[in-house]
């Protein structure tokens, strides 16, 4: 393999990291409060119906953003209405909102544009652009840092480099704010935040809203960024292996980056090459499909590091009277 | 609360609830619900055609319910009926593949025990690593379905692949063909296409073995003791290990014996994605029918009358497409499993005032241990 096509495979890697580091860092905020939320994959999916339907209709992309992010926090809503309202299980709310999106995406996108549940081709400003960063073009005739450079960091759209970005942000917000401690301590002790006068109710539904907003990014990374239109079940199950790289790194934005990349750079690998050869071996594509979910539950099993979720996970809170 | 409102009215209230949520996203799309109704039903129970194909998923759906009802038992949630039934197709596909079978009676013992096994095999090392390594159990049976995707594709296109274009299995025998509704009561008007088969007398074995296994059996009483309190069931000297594996290789069996119906009596062969979803509307089964193998019994029954209903409806009111069919198991998961409180809380409210009053009138001083 020689260097410009492993220069491709990063760049190809960066791409489609960035819906599973934006849906893995959705679940950080959720989960880290306390609220499990298996409902990544459905949040996309509607975030990126709403995105491309939105941007369509408007020919604005921003705007497709907004609907979709609108799209994806309604569903937060709902997983907490049930999760945090009404004491209900959050697996099972999740399993719900997976459905619901999977099924009214394709309906609506029946009714409103009638090609078989999916959205027009979206051109020109309905789209995310490649925005090239500043000296690529001087950089590039440096060798190795320059097309680096050029050619894996810069190009990329927007949502891109907000991924990214929202990594250090989440890692802020997270660990150095008063807002970041209480939500850490509502999902390992919610009992105590609740001593200490913090609603853990506002706390819980703050969380998962912010969830929501991250799963409509990604969502409309897919439709807008990715490719250029919504069709049924686009999210292909990119909300889960979200959820794995979260366990993969064990609840940590840094390492949420690292799993995420790692998780994409399989994928591009298994897009690049169909017939993958490792020391003399044929290794089926459909291996390198499934590794994430066998290192996650390799991860999980414990043999390799230990992966302990938050303590209060899962767990509905019950105000002492 | 009395019993009857805990196990039938509260139910009753939720399934409402989602039809009438459904119902709102039908007039929202521009097309009368009654008339949608109306197509459904008679889509599904009208005729013999119907019947042949709502018996069909149901049998399917039975299956995938019991196998989460009984896991919900123990509190264990499995979400990987899913790939526990693939595998167990798989498992089907082998046994009816591996000799020239002479007649069913023979092949449908030994596809049963295949698909069992593989199906219980599927969900064994989720189970094994819940019960010695606590990795959470919803997690890892979601993993396993899609490493069971990815495997019964590799197998499908590769090693399992029949000469031709699509990737599936070869044929498999004809004496390993069950006897459809038709070759067993064509009186009642089943055509040879019905996909019933015999599969579903099978299912309703099940759901009685389910019962005797929950409520009459020591494992069963374990099963349930463990799932209410697990540091009581250790203090009784019940085994987590022994229950949690034991609990999940009958899920996975009762998961992997759905493929009996859907493989072998009805595609003949290992087809891709030979379960079609069956496994999550199991989760949908199960909460509806409350874990009881009525319930369960009755719940598949609706659902099954749903997905025919629902491929009726497609066709004759072209703007609702058949995802309408995934929106209503949404709204019956959300409403029967997460909302559930949200009808609960008022009722037990409402009767909680009522035993607090009647004792303030003096009149129920024994009303008080209801």
């Known amino acids: 393999m020689d260097f410009a096509t492993l220069l491709q495979i990063l760049d190809s890697a960066l791409r489609l990291a960035t819906p599973l580091l934006l849906a893995c860092l959705a679940g950080l905020f959720s989960e880290r409060a306390g609220i499990f939320d298996i409902g990544l994959e459905g949040k996309m999916l509607a975030a990126a119906f709403f995105s491309a339907a939105y941007a369509y209709i408007t020919g604005s992309v921003w705007l497709g953003l907004a609907a979709g992010c609108i799209a994806s926090m309604v569903l937060a809503g709902i997983h907490g209405l049930a999760s945090i309202t009404f004491r209900g299980n959050q697996l099972i ?22 090609q078989g549940g999916r959205t027009p081709a979206l051109e020109g400003a309905a789209r995310f652009q490649n925005i090239t960063l500043p000296f690529s073009e001087t950089l590039a005739p440096v060798p190795v840092i320059g097309p680096i450079y050029s050619q894996v960091i810069s190009g990329h759209s927007a949502l891109v480099y907000i991924a990214l970005l929202a990594v250090p942000a989440t890692w ?16 390992e002790n919610p009992a105590a935040v609740d001593t200490s006068g913090v609603s853990v109710t506002g706390l819980r539904f703050a969380a998962v809203l912010i969830c929501g907003f991250l799963c409509g990014l990604a969502g409309a990374y897919l439709a807008t ?73 390799v991860i999980l099993a414990g043999f390799v590091g230990k992966a302990i979720p938050p303590r209060a996970g899962g767990a509905p809170y019950v105000k002492e009277r | 609360m009395p019993k009857w409102v805990d196990v039938a009215l509260i139910p009753l209230i939720n399934l409402a609830l989602a039809l009438a949520v459904s119902m709102l996203v039908i ?8 008339e949608a109704l109306a197509i459904m039903v008679k889509g599904a129970v009208g005729s013999a055609y119907g019947w042949g194909y709502t018996l069909y998923y149901t049998t399917n759906f039975i299956f995938t319910g019991l196998a989460v009802a009984v896991a919900f038992h123990a509190r264990l949630f499995n979400i990987g009926g899913e790939g526990q039934a693939a595998l167990g197709g798989l498992g089907v596909a082998l046994v009816c593949l591996a000799v020239p079978w002479p007649h069913w009676t023979l092949a449908l013992p030994a596809a049963i025990v295949g698909g069992a ?30 490493i069971a995707q990815a495997l019964l594709v590799y197998l499908l296109v590769g090693p399992l692949k029949a000469s031709g274009m699509s990737p599936e299995t070869a044929p498999f025998p004809d004496g390993a063909a069950l006897p459809t509704a038709h070759d067993i009561a064509p009186w009642l008007g089943f ?17 009685a073995g389910v019962w005797l296994l929950i409520w009459r059996t020591r494992l069963g009483y374990e099963i ?45 062969r290992l087809v891709i994605n030979s379960v079609q979803g069956a496994g999550f509307v199991g989760i949908a089964v199960a909460l509806m029918g409350r874990s009881h193998p009525v319930g369960v019994l009755l719940a598949a029954l609706l659902f099954g009358m749903l997905y025919q209903g629902g491929a009726e409806l497609e066709f004759e009111m072209p703007a609702i497409s058949r995802e309408m069919i995934i929106v209503i198991q949404a709204l019956v998961i959300l409403f029967t499993g997460a909302l559930d409180n949200m009808v609960r809380m008022p009722i037990e409210k409402f009767y909680d005032a ?16 209801e």
Request: include cysteine; aromatic fraction near 12%.
């Open chain 1, 225 to 297: 960024g990715l490719s250029a239109n919504f069709v049924k079940d686009m999210s292909a199950g990119r909300g889960f292996i979200a959820l794995a790289a979260l366990i993969f790194a064990k609840w940590r934005p840094w390492h949420a980056l690292g799993a995420c990349f790692l998780f994409g750079l399989l994928e591009a690998f298994g897009n690049r090459f169909q017939n993958l050869s490792v020391l003399g071996v044929d290794v089926p594509v459909q291996l390198m499909q499934a590794l994430p979910y066998v290192l996650t539950v």
């Open chain 2, 191 to 207: 055509r040879p296409s019905a996909p019933l088969n015999i599969s579903f007398l099978l299912a309703l074995v099940a759901c």
């Open chain 1, 93 to 114: 709310s999740g399993v719900a909102i997976n459905f619901l999106a999977a099924g009214l995406t394709v309906l609506i996108a029946q009714n409103w544009f009638e």
């Open chain 2, 117 to 146: 096994l593989f199906g219980a095999a599927w969900a064994a090392i989720p189970a094994w690593l819940q019960a010695r390594r606590g990795s959470h159990i919803v997690i890892t049976t979601i993993m396993f379905n899609f």
């Open chain 2, 224 to 268: 349930r003791a463990f799932g209410h309190s697990e540091p009581a069931a250790v203090y009784a000297g019940i085994h987590p290990t022994w229950i949690i594996m034991a609990t999940m290789l009958i899920s996975g069996a009762l998961a992997g014996c759905m493929a009996i119906n859907s493989v072998m009596g009805e595609a003949e």
């Open chain 2, 354 to 369: 009522r035993r607090l009053a009647r004792q303030r009138n003096g009149r129920g001083t024994g009303v008080a241990a």
């Open chain 2, 27 to 34: 007039l929202w799309i521009g097309e009368s619900p009654f």
């Open chain 1, 172 to 187: 802020y917000i997270l660990f150095r704010t008063r807002f970041g401690l209480r939500l850490r301590a509502v999902g």
